[in-house]
């Protein structure tokens, strides 16, 4: 009695399938002799995969049945291919190697493989196609791969500025609301510093799991890769290649570079993981605790700033002195926000400023209403 395959397995069996076809595809589109041949090598290898999963299928009991066709999907985005060009489905066949590594990992996980982060290397091939562009007029965009990695990452400070805008707009929401009910200073304050520890915790737990998920996980993915590294040399070198090759190295220099890095055990490891995997093994995505302490403090920098004024006066001078301070901490939040998109600082401050106060302005009104009805 035959069993029948599981979802999981029909899944990445149908998606190693469409890969193989798309990239097959693009290879004939590609002008380029170098991407064309990454390309057919990026099909070769989904075809193996898919090979791969029809035979466990088989052994399950399953022999009779025959490679699926691509689907009307996958057909489609063919066609968009021919018309507009390769680049167009770039973004597509991303998603679609995100998909496939998770298909993967589960089929692999129900057979009880264990996990595998091998397609990891086909994001990593086409992110760097995608960089460069695929319908490049000349070599020379290769060169400059590199350079736009060595960028300064905007991470740290995106996370800075909207920690703090998340404190200050948060808790002067909150403090507004309960001003606008007409309570008194003192619970004014009490309802903004327990505002204030409230945010800044859950902020604080927040980028913790964030961070200590994300290194969990960056720890089991290179030790799959090492797995795979002692297990399958060979495919390891391939993908590698495949990797240089999309970053400007011709056919053989790449292959040459990948043998020289797999020959030196010291750096094979590091090395894939870095190319691979996109992981800097060093810091692992970061530290956890450094990530929460940061959260907190940056939250809670921009929390006080609405509840500060009600330390030093009371009644309507404390309420206008708050909306003062708070509307310049939004405008300088808004001033930052333009390190990363280059806006002008008047237009980002002033806009940051406007839905700030309008926030404030509606649960001030709210909080009103409630104080009137319950008086």
């Known amino acids: 009695m035959s069993n029948r395959p599981s979802t999981s397995q029909l899944n990445s069996l149908q998606v190693e399938v469409d890969c193989a076809y798309l990239y097959n595809l693009m290879s004939a589109n590609e002008k380029d002799?170098?991407?064309?041949?990454?390309?057919?090598?990026?099909?070769?290898?989904?075809?193996?995969?898919?090979?791969?999963?029809?035979?466990?299928?088989?052994?399950?009991?399953?022999?009779?049945?025959?490679?699926?066709?691509?689907?009307?999907?996958?057909?489609?985005?063919?066609?968009?291919?021919?018309?507009?060009?390769n680049q167009l489905i770039l973004p597509l066949l991303m998603n679609t190697e995100k998909t496939l590594a998770q298909n993967v990992a589960k089929a692999r996980m129900e057979a009880g493989l264990g996990n595998s982060v091998e397609t990891y290397a086909h994001v990593k091939v086409l992110n760097a196609i995608q960089e460069m562009g695929v319908n490049k007029d000349n070599a020379t965009q290769y060169s400059k791969f590199e350079g736009r990695h060595n960028s300064v990452d905007g991470?740290?400070?995106?996370?800075?500025?909207?920690?703090?805008?998340d404190?200050?707009?948060?808790?002067?929401?909150?403090?507004?609301?309960?001003?606008?009910?007409?309570?008194?200073?003192?619970?004014?304050?009490?309802?903004?510093?327990?505002?204030l520890l409230a945010g800044a915790i859950s902020m604080a737990l927040g980028e913790w799991l964030s961070v200590q998920s994300s290194r969990e996980l960056n720890i089991r993915q290179i030790e799959v890769?090492?797995?795979?590294?002692?297990?399958?040399?060979?495919?390891?070198?391939?993908?590698?290649?495949?990797?240089?090759?999309?970053?400007?190295?011709?056919e053989a220099e790449a292959e040459?570079?990948?043998?020289?890095?797999?020959?030196?055990?010291?750096?094979?490891?590091?090395?894939?993981?870095?190319?691979?995997?996109?992981?800097?093994?060093?810091?692992?995505?970061g530290s956890a605790w450094e990530a929460a302490y940061s959260s907190f403090l940056l939250f809670a920098i921009g929390a006080i700033i609405p509840v500060a004024p009600f330390l030093l006066i009371s009644g309507q001078?404390?309420?206008?002195?708050?909306l003062v301070a708070s509307a310049l901490g939004l405008f300088a939040i808004g001033a930052a926000i333009t390190l990363?998109?280059?806006?002008?600082?008047?237009?980002?401050?002033?806009?940051?400023?406007?839905?700030?106060?309008l926030a404030a302005g509606v649960?001030?009104?709210?909080?009103?209403?409630?104080g009137v009805s319950i008086g």
């Open 225 to 250: 890769e090492k797995e795979e590294l002692e297990n399958n040399p060979e495919e390891e070198k391939a993908e590698l290649s495949l990797i240089y090759q999309a970053k400007g190295m011709s």
């Open 363 to 370: 649960t001030y009104a709210i909080g009103h209403f409630i």
């Open 155 to 165: 991470n740290a400070l995106r996370a800075a500025v909207l920690g703090a805008n």
């Open 33 to 85: 002799e170098q991407l064309a041949s990454i390309f057919q090598k990026l099909s070769e290898t989904e075809q193996r995969h898919a090979q791969h999963f029809l035979d466990k299928i088989a052994q399950n009991g399953n022999k009779k049945m025959e490679m699926p066709p691509p689907t009307w999907q996958a057909k489609a985005k063919g066609k968009l291919a021919q018309i507009f060009g």
């Open 340 to 357: 990363l998109t280059g806006r002008s600082v008047w237009f980002s401050g002033m806009r940051q400023v406007v839905f700030g106060l």
């Open 256 to 285: 040459a570079m990948a043998q020289r890095v797999l020959n030196s055990p010291d750096t094979a490891l590091d090395t894939l993981v870095r190319e691979e995997l996109g992981i800097n093994p060093d810091d692992l995505g």
């Open 317 to 322: 001078t404390a309420i206008m002195a708050s």
């Open 167 to 195: 404190g200050l707009v948060s808790n002067m929401s909150l403090v507004m609301g309960v001003a606008g009910a007409a309570v008194s200073n003192e619970n004014i304050l009490i309802t903004g510093f327990a505002g």
